[in-house]
T-cell receptor, first 114, second 114 residues
Framework: AQSVTQLGSHVSVSEGALVLLRCNYS??????LFWYVQYPNQGLQLLLK??????LVKGINGFEAEFKKSETSFHLTKPSAHMSDAAEYFC????????????FGSGTQLTVLP | GAGVSQSPRYKVAKRGQDVALRCDPI?????LFWYQQALGQGPEFLTY????????KSGLPSDRFFAERPEGSVSTLKIQRTQQEDSAVYLC????????????FGPGTRLLVL
């Protein structure tokens, strides 16, 4: 069974500050990991994904995430927050096997303060 | 547009009514997923199709939930005798082939059962 834990249901940062959204996973097999962003009344948009290639993954809009197997973590970062980054962010895991579906965390709402 | 579309976007039903939610995946996408997203939570897997075959329905919460994809493209999620606990956003996602492909999400159908 797989699971995802996102620490902090709400995170606030000032515009221009570092964004750090935490994600820890559990998986019985090497995982495939994803970060999605959801804007109000919209579907989920893929930010980036890890599929066992490079451990540092770069995504859209300046976001990146680092896969750390020893810590079972896949934290999302962005060096400088923009007002447009305010949204809900979901970490998800897939084991790549018979469980083709994604297992999501409960989400982190990011607020960017002017 | 080339994205996943869902209809209706909003649905209000009286308890006990049947509802049907439609998903139009991206043309040519083999895999189709349905997720349920309760307020303040991450999406949870309901069911998965590969072409017209429903390969996994382990996430359907009860036998009141039924999904089909008869021609391997459009899919319908049907909920019979709706209950208040069925109120949620229902998300559809599609991917080009099978596992590890990026899942592209539609905007969702927000169902409110009164």
């Amino acid at each position: 069974a797989q699971s995802v834990t996102q620490l902090g249901s709400h995170v606030s940062v000032s515009e221009g500050a570092l964004v750090l959204l935490r994600c820890n996973y559990s998986s019985s097999v090497p995982p495939y990991l994803f970060w999605y962003v959801q804007y109000p009344n919209q579907g989920l948009q893929l930010l980036l994904k890890y599929t066992s290639a490079a451990t540092l993954v770069k995504g859209i809009n300046g976001f990146e995430a680092e896969f750390k197997k020893s810590e079972t973590s896949f934290h999302l970062t962005k060096p400088s927050a923009h007002m447009s980054d305010a949204a809900e962010y979901f970490c998800a895991v897939s084991d790549g096997g018979s469980a083709r579906q994604l297992t999501f965390g409960s989400g982190t709402q990011l607020t960017v303060l002017p | 547009g080339a994205g996943v579309s869902q209809s209706p976007r909003y649905k209000v039903a009286k308890r006990g009514q049947d509802v049907a939610l439609r998903c139009d995946p991206i043309s040519g996408h083999v895999s189709l997923f349905w997720y349920q997203q309760a307020l303040g939570q991450g999406p949870e897997f309901l069911t998965y199709f590969q072409n017209e075959a429903q390969l996994d329905k382990s996430g359907l919460p009860s036998d009141r939930f039924f999904a089909e994809r008869p021609e391997g493209s459009v899919s319908t999620l049907k909920i019979q005798r709706t209950q208040q606990e069925d109120s949620a956003v229902y998300l559809c996602a599609s991917s080009f082939r099978t596992f590890q492909e990026t899942q592209y999400f539609g905007p969702g159908t927000r169902l409110l059962v009164l």
